[in-house]
T-cell receptor, first 114, second 112 residues
Framework: GAGVSQSPSNKVTEKGKDVELRCDPI?????LYWYRQSLGQGLEFLIY????????KSGLPSDRFSAERTGGSVSTLTIQRTQQEDSAVYLC????????????FGSGTRLTVV | GESVGLHLPTLSVQEGDNSIINCAYS??????FIWYKQESGKGPQFIID?????DKRQGQRVTVLLNKTVKHLSLQIAATQPGDSAVYFC???????????FGTGTQLKVEL
């Protein structure tokens, strides 16, 4: 597509439930990033995929968080047993190469855990 | 760990005036810096970038200045317009890495 697409745009879930957030990167972009943006805060790095390489998971806050990228394209971020502190906007970005250049962000998924 | 932060959380300017948004970074190994603009309900949008071998770069109505001596980055917006109202983030990359570290953001408000 023309841009990075994220779904759903908004998600309200009950504490303890699992959620899946989806990211469709720009076609042909080999790098994909997930960031989390809490209210009034900057962007917190979660995970990075580059081609067929092992993902950089160094930013995942706990083992309740996981992500996968199928076929080098679509990515799903899964949060298990959600907690209220997981409430945030989850942003996905993609880029054509490595080095942090040329990030294009999606509009994000606003997750609210009640 | 590395951190990138902004001096002012909110900046209010009159339409037509110039705006200056500041950012401090802590990692002397940072070699690439970017400014992003985020409007309400949208993802961050690239504005301008600069590599560490430069101290100034200009775009359309925007200029980024880099002072590596004091680890300071600024974004200057000329003739600020209402459409410039947004949150502005600086981000840096640690030498040759693949991910960016973002600051907290500055809310720019343009008053008519």
């Amino acid at each position: 597509g023309a841009g990075v697409s994220q779904s759903p745009s908004n998600k309200v879930t009950e504490k303890g439930k699992d959620v899946e957030l989806r990211c469709d990167p720009i076609s042909g972009h080999t790098a994909l990033y997930w960031y989390r943006q809490s209210l009034g805060q900057g962007l917190e790095f979660l995970i990075y995929f580059q081609g067929n390489s092992a993902p950089d998971k160094s930013g995942l806050p706990s083992d309740r968080f996981s992500a996968e990228r199928t076929g080098g394209s679509v990515s799903t971020l899964t949060i298990q047993r959600t907690q209220q502190e997981d409430s945030a906007v989850y942003l996905c970005a993609s880029s054509a190469g490595t080095g942090g250049y040329g990030y294009t962000f999606g509009s994000g998924t606003r997750l609210t855990v009640v | 760990g590395e951190s990138v932060g902004l001096h002012l959380p909110t900046l209010s300017v009159q339409e037509g005036d110039n705006s200056i948004i500041n950012c401090a970074y802590s990692n002397s190994a940072s070699d690439y810096f970017i400014w992003y603009k985020q409007e309400s309900g949208k993802g961050p949008q690239f504005i301008i970038d600069i590599r560490s071998n430069m101290d100034k770069r200009q775009g359309q109505r925007v200029t980024v200045l880099l002072n590596k001596t004091v680890k300071h980055l600024s974004l200057q917006i000329a003739a600020t317009q209402p459409g410039d109202s947004a949150v502005y983030f600086c981000a840096d990359r640690t030498g040759g890495g693949n991910k960016l570290t973002f600051g907290t953001g500055t809310q720019l408000k343009v008053e008519l």
